[in-house]
């Protein structure tokens, strides 16, 4: 019987996830045995090639709608029912486990509430029942000997008390907004939940320091994403179009993203128009997906016909997309909730096709981008040092050359993907 890790994951496939597929892709190729467990079902319409790569078939749990603004027993009187045939079937198979999950869920819901006179927080029922649905899957799966979520708070939530449940381990991989939102696990729940981990990865130097406050003797390990499998193979067979870059006169800008404010677009939108105040002749395109709050301000400055937005690209277009540019811009800021980026998987891709970069110096993006080496940093909110930036490289050649080359040997030398994969299964391998 070869052991096998159970994957346990929010949402799949996702189009802003390809760093999970391309990780389930590469433990999958060097030997490990996965079986992925999902809480909800994916994005619709476009999707990564590398996902029908994958061997292990999504396992769904039930599906269920959002308690939140629903009184509790409505949300219970509706979707309870999918749940009672797992919860006896666990009840019967690990009593003093499930009784254990339950309590902690209880107790979490009750520190977690508003107030003291408030109600206790609903969402943990729900993850409850959810661990629940996954206990059960794994009660004939001896084989499956150990739980690993992605992203510190749902996902883990229901892992942890799956593995409370029927006596496995677990542990969990931070990434960005679940890490620093307290919101997202309050009263404690993160050190709770890192106390019980067998280990916890992350994927920046910055995560892991903030990490280590609430670890205790739990081991937390810092295993950065690295370039992204399909990106990879694309630049492999595609090397003798590297260096297809813009109009000289023209400085063409590419960013990518989701339109929240930690990606800083509003900074990089006043940016464009500082610089075609300027007199500078400017196309930028940020792609991910449109949005109107965005367009509202790029329409607000006159700027409509200097910078588009673009929704979800294949990888394909995006590497297209940086060869065609002069430079790449994510002017990151840590919002006021806390949320930030680690280190955006899209700046490695950008690097890696030597596209010079401006970025800011947010979070774990130095560990990456070095100033003036392979790329430039501005402080966040610096709209005129984007723009600044954006000029040295648009009319200094030699500079831009130097940040390329310096780009791609960066993440050829420390974000090598087939490389960093091994440091991961060998954790798996450990408890599995």
Request: charged share 25%; hydrophobic share 45%; glycine share 8%.
């Given at each position: ?228 499998a399909e990106f990879a193979n ?79 690209m294949s990888q394909n277009d ?12 994510l002017p990151c800021r840590v ?98």
């Open positions: 019987m070869r052991e096998h890790v159970a994957y346990v994951i929010k949402g799949y496939p996702r189009l802003s996830e390809l760093f999970i597929a391309s990780e389930i892709h590469r433990l999958e190729r060097a030997g490990l045995r996965l079986r992925l467990f999902v809480i909800k079902s994916g994005d619709d319409g476009l999707r990564h090639p590398i996902v029908d790569r994958i061997h292990a078939a999504p396992e769904y749990l039930p599906q269920t709608a959002s308690v939140s603004g629903t009184p509790l027993h409505r949300w219970l009187r509706t979707h309870l029912p999918l749940f009672l045939p797992a919860l006896r079937r666990t009840l019967i198979r690990w009593p003093r486990g499930v009784v254990r999950a339950a309590l902690a869920a209880f107790a979490q819901a009750v520190r977690a509430r508003d107030g003291v006179w408030s109600a206790p927080r609903k969402v943990y029922a729900k993850e409850f029942l959810q661990a629940v649905a996954l206990a059960d899957r794994l009660r004939d799966s001896p084989e499956v000997r150990h739980l690993h979520a992605h992203f510190c708070h749902g996902a883990a939530t229901v892992a942890w008390l799956a593995a409370m449940m029927s006596a496995r381990t677990f542990s969990f991989t931070a990434h960005a907004k679940d890490l620093y939102t307290p919101s997202l696990n309050p009263a404690g729940l993160l050190p709770r939940k890192l106390a019980a981990a067998r280990f916890a990865v992350t994927c920046t130097e910055a995560n892991r320091t903030f990490l280590q406050q609430f670890a205790g003797n739990t081991p937390v390990f810092r295993v950065y994403h690295g370039l992204n694309l630049m492999k067979r595609e090397l003798t179009s590297i260096d297809r870059r813009a109009p000289p006169h023209v400085l063409r800008v590419v960013a990518v993203g989701r339109h929240v404010r930690k990606k800083g677009f509003d900074v990089l939108v006043a940016a464009c128009a500082d610089l075609v105040g300027r007199g500078v002749a400017l196309e930028a395109s940020i792609i991910g997906e449109m949005d109107d709050q965005t367009d509202a301000m790029i329409r607000s400055r006159g700027l409509d016909r200097r910078v588009a937005l673009h929704g979800p995006l590497l297209r997309a940086y060869r065609t540019a002069t430079a790449f811009c919002s006021d909730d806390g949320d930030r980026d680690g280190i955006p998987n899209v700046l490695v891709e950008a690097m890696a096709s030597g596209l010079p970069v401006v970025t800011t110096n947010v979070s774990g993006i130095p560990e990456l981008v070095e100033h003036g080496v392979n790329g430039l940093l501005v402080a966040p909110g610096d709209v005129r040092g984007v723009a600044d930036a954006l000029l040295r490289i648009h009319r200094d050649a030699g500079l831009a050359a130097r940040l390329a080359v310096g780009a791609r040997s960066v993440v050829a030398e420390r974000f090598d993907g087939d490389r960093l994969i091994g440091e991961l299964f060998t954790l798996f391998r450990r408890v599995a």
